[in-house]
């Protein structure tokens, strides 16, 4: 094939090129090929059949050279196989058949309409696809990336089933709440079967039977019988019009309007419940899950497109003026210019200085600030006339003139042009220059494009504008692909409805580009779509509006989603840089300091309180000494608490410290506890002891120790850093701490530890090989084997493999050097790091603590009220006081249960805290109540609530300022912002209750009084949390703000220059000249957005008048900013767009497209971008590597998860075991969805009782009720009760059943009529719908990510919920009086504060936010003025503009883009591949199917004893091999010994406790449980790599917990070795005493038969060895080796003592740990000299949990 291609022609480059202009023209050909555009330009239709005759040729003949050189379907690379190539044959067809078709047309005169021939062109549009395939030919892994697309479509594919899920729920619903709203307000005696437009009330008003008043006088409420085209095709009449008006709301464009309807047909809460649910579930979560897809699936392809987009951190290499160069060596570097070594004239080294020196560059940005702010500001004129704008230009255009002749000179041409900047200057310089030569109105406002200059003012913003738009071609990729969507869609829309009569929007390609780019901007796409819906016949309207609604689903959740992605891959970190920045934040952590507030006291001198010792006997005055010192000598504690804190801070039992006095608990207790420290804390040998110091440990003290904690005083004496010394005459011993680490003698520990490690070495080599090479590897026993070969973080803790591989010091030292490699290195910073923060804190509190000791004021509120005070001890507590934050509560001791929830929030701020909120909730209710007609100055109930309020807030901050002070203290009352807010929040109603009064500061004070619902902010800590994460993203959201304006500000001043002035016209259409604008004329008015009656509508005569639109112009650059502004939300714009296009042309449609495209699709998408990685960076997942965030959405997976709540199967195959089955089967699981499918939609027709065709369904329904009774009867018999209960799905399908059978009971019970059995059975098969989703894995897995958002979004909605209030009041306040307009009407005002948040909530959607606007800013003479603000119906101009768009930026802008990142962030629940995840859906099914297999009485909970065969009966990835893992099955075993709870009160235990007693010294009676979430997260911390997935924190405790897991199970290990030896030697001494005594027994008869007969004694020599006197009379005599054996008399038979080498405290076992010769296991003589027999004979060797732990062994 590839010599074939480097033969034939129409493979070489020409050839292609030539075949893809073919391609171009045949797209243009078909674009251009509509009737009107044949009616417009008639030579148009010759020429496009012309060039689809020659462009078929051409392809024809491409065609057949292929099929003739490669055949058909034969050969080696027959055509036929090749996609591509059955394509272009398609594509060859269809040209040749449109030519047919337009040659019939010439010669018939007309086109054929209305047959499916005319729809032949349609598919030609797509050959634009092959221009693509050969443009933009990528050279990447395709099978990696058609993995990625085939699982992005599967995904998107889900989300899409997922929308339809709820669009089918709420169709349903809306046909059941709603149904046909055909009742309306007519004219008395109108007749419902023929109805005129004069009939109807104006405007149109829909009403409700039931409400007589509704209607005005004259008019009634009547069903009118109106066609669907007449009353419009949005509506609840069936479930396909249901369904599609359902997506209209979702899509946020006219549903307020809908709601309106509704609610005068219905009852209010119905439509405002429906409509404000479906907004936010449909349109604020479903909807964005899109961009959650598009953003992971963006993430993957990054990876795979790096070399097709670029790098987007590179950097300006190409065009940097400085380069990093060496010199003299290669580690001494300097950032040098790279031109400096070039010879230039002494003059043009002078410039070049000059134009580097910052005072040019100051000079120049100045200039540019002149030159774009005179050249905004300048009025349109149509003549030129020489004022001071035109002297300005032409003084601006002589400067950069002569900037860029400079630069030119300097840098020389080449060196100029070579940079992008210096060429956009020279651009913007020669038209300046043309301008001022020949001024044109187009090119008058191009000096504001310097605008771009003044980025270099802000690096920051440099940075940041060349981290988004610095890869261009990642953007400019998007924007080709957007247009080329647009184009595509636009050709195929074109060629389908352009025969459609009366449809100008689809006559021509610019008109029908036009209407598919607005439904891609979602403004007014439902009239587009209505439009077309109605010009078309009735059998395609179904198929047109299908057709519509997935065009518009597509571009706006996949193309805009696309944008957003793009932006958040740019904003994306490199991994390394992540790694880095997560260093370096931790470095910062460590630069703790107080803050200045507490540090300004170290500018007084200090003044430390002193006390006089005044009862110490002495002739000489003694001096005063601080307070502080001698508080250290007093000590009111008890001897016992002595021995407590002793105890504490040394790990050993509190039985050591019986006989302790004060004295000696607190030396021994200082001297163990720094000796603890300093052997495990991990630092360095640098930081340890260098000095010696001598601590006399009192003989008393050592002897009260029993004998295993003398053993760690002989430890610690011959250790290498301690040594016993004389201390003084008395020979009393001293502990030295001196600086040793030459000698390290080896003990029993060293060889034991050596010799298993080459024993697992030898045994595990072969083991390594078959894990590495087979093909299903175990995570688990793969980390493990990474683990124990890697060096640990605590450098003094070593494993076996450390002990095998150094065997003296030396080699120690040497080899520690050579593990220190750059990886080591790392890890040693990182607990550096760790340790440095630590001390930093440490350091931070001991200033804190000398500020208060050496400052009298230091923690003195108001500073008279003394620290100590018993009054502010009182205040304090009264603060502070909070729900299970009692001081005796432990942390660790945490109630389980349902009720943890409630437990939870009770205790989430102090009861102080819980009332303030409970009166400000109480005081923001009555200000509800508040209303133009009810005022607190007239109501004294409101005073009431308001008097309250003060004095509550003013004890709580009198509270709080005693207990923590004001400012100047470690927690004042006023310390942040939300602090400041209370003080003013407070000052502003108490100042409003002593002024009471209707003026203006009246009307101010009520604006402050407002701000009140934001004292919950403070209140509440997570709502304070979501206020820091808004302010901590400040500065990105004002980048991206400063960037919008930028654009607004350029595109504002373009506008100004060509539509100044242009835009006015007269009220009467008919009228197109200012002087005939005069007299009056015949106005229509607006009745209806949906009746479409074919009728003039009604009207009243009124003047004419010459004025601008309405709501918008571009006289002056304030006025065309706000206009800009109100486009730039996409509300409005088509308004601008047609009045453009009707007064100055269609060509002007370019300018409001371009900014709409520019400042939508791309602006817009930043704040979306920036909100979300501002969200990652605050939660901190910004930084976080690929691996850690996988571990992150892990674990997030796993919280969710839950045990299979699935009884086993009963055994055999009686009734149970076959109804088990039957209710397990996958294909009755299906017919049981199915039917709950097919009842649910029942509910496509209404269920009342007027309508005769409502008891079908119903009947169906009672059917389906049986149906689903005989399936919970099967569940219950094969599941029993308790089983099927134990689940929730379950368990509600039950509650369903069992009310679906009452209902069945109702309707033959009550009359068949009964509308309240209607309803509750429509009621209870919405219900049963929702089963569907525990039914479909795809549509759980959606909903539960959905629930989570929800659930972790709430605080940010109540957030947002609380602005929108305060809004709600400043409104009333401000604009409650307001005359009706155009959208302030009966439903949207703010009259009432309720009213006022149903107004603002449309305003977050943008509905028409802009003309609520614009009513507001009424000003007389269209109103009434008036002094008292309460008495006017005139608006506020400067109020309204504030108010309305600062509250849809914050809202709109940014608090809903927080709901998109969360949504982004919870999406990973779902979105995983199985090559990706760490552990999978199937690795996670398996544990639960394993731990049900355990947990039989689905506790879910399981005794530790069995966590052993839970992780034996694992299989797949986690297997765990029971003889190649025997090890780490010990260490998951003991480390869910450690999370054991308690059974009756819940408490975890850990295994290694502060006073070091461990599991063997608890109540075992008590078992132990752990839940199904410890093991699985045990498991889960096992299968990863902790050095790659954890962060650093996490990561610290995980490897500090695993080392004390690795080091107890080597001490248990070891301790059960010499505990079997001990067995086994007592049963080996036992067997030798059994023979003894036998052979005793016959030695006494032959000693008696002897007695008789002496003769027949032996004569037997004694051996020398022996020691025969009387001592050792009772000795044994060792038959085997003819001995006696010593000491028979003082051990019991059948025990044995472990001989010297062994023996706790002998020669060498001065070296073992404490722990491994435990005191209740082994023991020797104890400090009194009793024997072991005495001191230890009721002490066993093994408990219930050695016994558990022989298991391992045995295996």
């Known amino acids: 094939m590839e010599k074939t291609h480097s033969v034939l022609w129409i493979y070489k480059q020409r050839a292609r090129r030539v075949f893809v202009l073919c391609v171009i023209l045949s797209f243009l050909s078909v674009s251009s090929n509509t009737p009107a555009t044949f009616r417009r330009f008639p030579r148009l239709q010759i020429i496009t059949i012309i060039v689809d005759i020659v462009t078929g040729f051409i392809l024809s003949i491409e065609v057949i050279v292929k099929i003739r050189n490669h055949g058909m379907f034969k050969g080696e690379n027959p055509c036929g196989t090749s996609r591509w190539f059955i394509f272009d044959c398609v594509m060859v067809i269809f040209i040749w058949l449109s030519i047919i078709l337009q040659a019939l047309e010439i010669a018939g005169g007309q086109v054929v309409v209305g047959t499916p021939v005319g729809l032949l062109r349609v598919p030609r549009a797509l050959i634009m696809l092959r221009a693509f395939r050969h443009c933009f030919s990528f050279q990447f892994e395709s099978g990696r990336i058609g993995i990625i697309v085939v699982r992005a479509s599967h995904q998107i594919g889900g989300v899409t089933l997922f929308l339809l899920f709820f669009l089918l729920l709420?169709?349903?619903?809306?046909?059941?709440l709603f149904g046909t709203m055909s009742h309306h307000c007519v004219v008395n005696n109108t007749d419902p079967t023929n109805i005129t437009l004069s009939n109807l009330a104006i405007p149109d008003t829909h009403c409700s039977p039931e409400d007589k008043f509704m209607c005005p006088d004259g008019f009634n409420c009547l069903e009118l019988q109106l066609s669907i085209i007449q009353r419009g095709f949005s509506g609840f009449d069936n479930i396909f019009i249901s369904i599609k008006t359902v997506y209209e709301a979702a899509s946020q464009?006219?549903?307020?309007?809908?709601?309106?309807?509704?609610?005068?047909?219905?009852?209010?809460?119905h439509g405002y419940l429906y409509f404000?649910?479906?907004?936010?579930?449909?349109?604020?979560?479903?909807?964005?899950?899109?961009?959650?897809?598009?953003?992971?699936?963006?993430?993957?392809?990054?990876?795979?497109?790096?070399?097709?987009?670029?790098?987007s951190k590179c950097s300006h290499t190409t065009y940097a003026t400085q380069r990093i160069t060496s010199e003299g060596s290669s580690t001494n570097w300097a950032l040098v210019d790279f031109d400096m070594k070039k010879s230039h004239p002494k003059t043009i080294d002078a410039w070049r200085q000059a134009l580097r020196s910052r005072w040019f560059h100051l000079m120049m940005l100045i200039v540019i600030v002149l030159n774009v702010c005179i050249s905004a500001v300048q009025p349109r004129m149509d003549k030129r006339v020489w004022n001071f704008y035109s002297i300005a230009e032409l003084f601006f255009t002589v400067i950069f003139d002569m900037e860029l002749i400079i630069k030119v000179i300097t840098l020389g041409p080449r060196g100029y042009f070579k940079r992008n900047i210096y060429k956009y200057e020279a651009f913007l310089a020669l038209v300046t220059t043309f301008n001022t030569a020949c001024s044109y109105d187009v090119i008058r406002s191009v000096p504001v494009l310097r605008i771009i200059r003044l980025v270099k003012l802000s690096p920051t913003l440099e940075n940041f504008l060349y981290k988004i738009f610095g890869p261009a071609k990642k953007i400019g990729l998007l924007v080709v692909f957007t247009l080329s969507i647009l184009t595509f869609m636009s050709t195929i829309s074109l060629q389908m409805l352009c025969h459609v009569e009366h449809l100008y929007s689809f006559a021509t390609f610019p008109e029908a580009f036009k209407s598919m780019f607005q439904i891609m901007t979602q403004e007014g796409w439902i009239d587009v779509m209505h439009e077309v819906m109605k010009l078309v016949s009735d059998s395609t309207r179904i198929p047109v509006s299908i057709y519509f609604i997935l065009y518009h689903l597509f571009v706006t959740t996949v193309v805009i989603s696309l944008f957003v992605a793009v932006i958040l891959d740019n904003l994306e970190l490199d991994e390394n840089l992540k790694r880095l920045k997560q260093l370096k934040v931790s470095e910062q952590s460590v630069e703790l300091q107080q803050p200045f507030r507490l540090r300004i006291f170290e500018r007084f001198p200090n003044r430390p309180e002193m006390v006089r010792l005044s009862k110490m006997p002495n002739e000489f005055l003694l001096p005063r000494l601080r307070d502080s010192f001698m508080r250290q000598f007093v000590d009111t504690r008890s001897p016992i608490a002595h021995s407590v804190a002793a105890s504490h801070s040394t790990g050993l039992p509190l039985s050591a410290y019986a006989n302790f006095s004060t004295s000696s608990a607190i030396v021994a207790s200082t001297v163990l506890a720094t000796r603890v420290a300093v052997q495990e804390d991990g630092l360095p040998n640098s930081m340890k002891f260098h000095q010696e110091q001598d601590v006399v440990l009192n003989p008393e003290i050592r002897n009260g120790f029993p004998y295993r904690d003398r053993l760690l005083w002989k430890r610690m004496k011959t250790n290498q850093d301690l040594a016993l010394v004389p201390h003084s005459s008395k020979k009393k011993p001293s502990l030295t701490c001196t600086h040793r680490i030459n000698e390290v003698k080896p003990n029993m520990l060293d060889f034991l530890m050596r010799d298993c490690a080459q024993q697992r070495i030898?045994?595990?080599?072969?083991?390594?090989?078959?894990i590495a090479g087979g093909a299903s590897k175990s995570l688990l026993g793969a980390q493990h084997l990474i683990r124990r070969e890697r060096r640990p973080f605590f450098p003094n803790r070593r494993t076996f493999n450390d002990e095998n591989r150094l065997s003296t010091v030396d080699n120690n030292m040497r080899a520690s050097e050579s593990l220190y490699d750059h990886n080591a290195q790392q890890e040693v910073d990182i607990k550096l790091i760790h340790l440095k923060c630590q001390q930093a804190l440490l350091k931070r509190q001991r200033h804190e603590q000398e500020?208060?000791?050496?400052?009298?004021?230091?923690?003195?509120?108001?500073?008279?009220?003394?620290?100590?005070?018993q009054f502010r001890k009182i205040c304090k507590y009264i603060v502070t006081a909070q729900y299970g934050k009692s001081e005796n509560s432990s942390e660790n001791v945490k109630e389980q249960g349902n009720s943890q929830v409630l437990h939870d929030l009770l205790g989430l701020v102090p009861y102080l805290d819980w009332f303030m909120i409970l009166v400000t909730v109480t005081s923001c209710c009555s200000m509800l109540m508040e209303k133009t007609t009810m005022r607190i100055h007239d109501t004294p109930a409101l005073q009431v609530a308001e008097y309250i309020f003060v004095v509550s807030m003013g004890c709580e901050l009198t509270l709080k300022v005693i207990a923590n002070g004001v400012f100047f203290t470690p927690k004042p009352a006023f310390k942040d912002l939300g602090g400041f807010l209370d003080a003013a929040i407070f000052i502003v109603s108490v100042v409003f209750l002593c002024t009471l009064s209707g003026s203006h500061t009246g009307q101010f004070l009520m604006i402050l009084r407002c701000f009140r619902p934001l004292r919950i902010f403070k209140l509440v800590p997570q709502i304070r949390k979501v206020v820091i994460e808004l302010f901590r993203s400040f500065k990105e959201i004002t980048m991206v703000f400063i960037l919008l304006v930028a654009l607004i500000f350029v595109f504002a001043s373009f506008g100004v220059q060509m539509y100044g002035g242009q835009l006015a016209a007269c009220n009467d259409l008919t009228i197109t000249k200012k002087s005939d604008c005069h007299g009056i004329f015949f106005q229509t008015v607006w009745l209806s957005n949906n009746l479409n009656i074919e009728e003039d509508p009604p009207g009243f005569m009124v003047p004419r008048v010459w004025t601008n639109p309405r709501n918008f112009n571009f006289d002056t650059i304030g006025s065309a900013t706000l206009a800009l502004f109100e486009v730039l939300s996409l509300k409005g714009w088509i308004e601008v767009r047609d009045i453009l296009v009707e007064r100055m042309g269609p060509l002007h449609a370019i300018y409001i497209h371009l900014f709409v495209f520019l400042g939508c699709m791309m602006g817009l998408t930043l704040f979306i971008g920036v909100v979300i990685a501002n969200y990652n960076e605050n939660k901190g997942t910004a930084l976080l590597t690929v691996d850690q965030r996988r571990w992150e959405d892990l674990k997030s997976r796993l919280k969710i998860a839950q045990p299979l709540h699935l009884p086993p199967r009963p055994p055999g195959n009686g009734i149970r075991a076959k109804m088990y089955d039957l209710s397990e089967h996958h294909r009755f699981k299906a017919a049981i969805a199915c039917c709950v499918m097919v009842r649910s939609l029942l509910l496509s027709?209404?269920?009342?009782?007027?309508?005769?065709?409502?008891?079908?369904?119903?009947?169906?329904?009672?059917?389906?009720?049986f149906i689903f009774l005989l399936e919970m009867i099967i569940k219950v018999i094969g599941l029993t009760f308790i089983g099927t209960i134990s689940s929730w799905r379950n368990r509600y399908d039950m509650v369903v059943t069992i009310c679906d059978v009452g209902?069945?009971?109702m309707w033959f019970i009550l009359p068949g009529q009964n509308t309240y059995v209607y309803n509750i059975g429509w009621v209870l098969v919405g219900l049963r719908f929702f089963s569907i989703c525990g039914k479909h894995a795809t549509l759980k897995m959606l909903l539960t990510t959905v629930a989570v958002s929800v659930y972790r979004s709430f605080f940010i909605i109540l957030a947002m919920f609380l602005l929108l209030l305060c809004y709600a009041y400043a409104g009333v306040v401000l604009f409650g009086t307001v005359k009706y307009g155009e959208n302030i009407d009966r439903h949207a005002n703010f009259a009432t504060a309720p009213l006022a948040v149903t107004v603002l909530f449309r305003i977050v959607t943008g509905e028409d936010w802009n003309k609520i606007m614009h009513d507001c800013m009424i000003q007389p003479p269209r109103c009434t003025p008036h002094h008292n603000y309460w008495e006017t119906d005139c608006g506020n101009k400067t109020a309204a503009l504030v108010y309305f768009c600062s509250f849809y930026v914050i809202i709109a802008y940014i608090m809903l883009n927080l709901l998109v990142a969360i949504i982004v962030e919870n999406f990973s629940l779902f979105y995983t591949m199985d090559e990706d995840i760490l552990l999978s859906y199937n690795d996670l099914h398996m544990f639960q199917v394993t731990w049900n297999t355990v947990d039989v009485k689905r506790k879910g909970a399981i005794d530790v004893k069995d966590v052993e065969s839970v992780l034996r009966l694992l299989k797949g990835r986690l297997h765990i091999d029971q003889y190649r893992d025997r090890l780490l099955l010990k260490h998951m075993c003991y480390e869910m010994e450690r999370a054991g709870r308690r059974s009756n009160t819940g408490n975890r235990y850990n295994g290694s406790t502060a006073n070091g007693q461990t599991l063997r010294g608890r109540n075992v009676e008590e078992p132990l449980y752990v839940t199904f979430h410890d093991v699985l997260m045990m498991c889960a911390y096992r299968s990863v790599d902790i050095r790659k997935s954890l962060q650093l924190e996490e990561l610290l405790m995980r490897e500090k917990l695993e080392s004390e897991i690795e080091e107890e199970v080597a001490k248990r290990t070891i301790r059960k070795w010499l505990e079997r030896c001990i067995r086994s030697r007592a049963k080996q001494r036992t067997m030798l005493n059994e023979s003894f005594i036998d052979n005793k027994t016959s030695a006494n008869s032959v000693v008696t038969s002897q007695a008789n007969d002496p003769a027949k004694i032996p004569s037997v020599e004694t051996p020398g060895d022996v020691n025969v006197d009387s001592d050792d009379a009772?000795?044994?005599?060792d038959v085997s080796n003819q001995t006696y054996l010593k000491g028979g008399k003082h051990r019991r038979t059948g025990l044995w003592k472990p001989p010297p080498s062994f023996v706790p405290g002998g020669p060498t076992t001065t070296k073992l740990p404490s722990l491994l010769v435990d005191g209740s296991s082994l023991s020797d003589e104890g400090a009194d000299g009793s024997s072991y027999e005495d001191k230890n004979s009721s002490k066993s060797l093994s408990t219930e949990f050695d016994q558990w732990w022989d298991r391992f062994d045995d295996d």
Do not use: C
């Open 1303 to 1305: 209902w069945v009971m």
């Open 1674 to 1677: 009772d000795g044994v005599f």
């Open 170 to 176: 709420y169709g349903l619903l809306g046909v059941q």
């Open 276 to 311: 404000v649910t479906l907004i936010f579930f449909l349109a604020w979560l479903v909807k964005n899950v899109f961009i959650a897809v598009i953003i992971e699936t963006m993430a993957e392809i990054r990876v795979q497109l790096h070399n097709l987009w670029g790098n």
């Open 1245 to 1265: 027709i209404k269920w009342t009782s007027s309508n005769p065709h409502a008891r079908y369904p119903l009947y169906a329904s009672i059917v389906f009720t």
């Open 851 to 869: 500020l208060r000791e050496n400052h009298p004021l230091f923690d003195t509120p108001l500073l008279f009220i003394k620290r100590d005070s």
């Open 253 to 269: 464009e006219g549903w307020v309007f809908l709601m309106y309807k509704n609610i005068d047909s219905y009852q209010d809460w």
């Open 762 to 770: 030898s045994k595990e080599s072969s083991g390594l090989t078959s």
